[in-house]
């Protein structure tokens, strides 16, 4: 099932940062994905059924991005 995401990242600071979150994103698959710098968020689209929102998060962390999912 395809959910969708909207992450905070209190380190989103610059085009850099945004280039080093898309390529994370990348590497694990995930679709559609917009980073908002202004709002230091990210918000994208991804598989349930081969990842959960919590390998994604960690991945990201791992990254030097810590997040924190958005619940609308």
């Known amino acids: ?21 898309s390529k994370v994103l990348e590497k694990i698959d995930v679709k559609d994905s917009k980073i908002l710098i ?3 968020e990210v918000h994208f689209s991804y598989d349930e059924s081969n990842q959960q ?6 991945k990201l962390k791992k990254s030097g991005f810590k997040g924190n999912l958005i619940n609308d």
């Open 38 to 40: 202004p709002l230091k």
């Open 53 to 58: 929102i919590d390998e994604i998060l960690t």
């Open 1 to 21: 099932m395809i959910k969708n995401a909207k992450v905070y990242i209190d380190n989103l600071e610059c085009p850099n940062c945004a280039a080093s979150i």
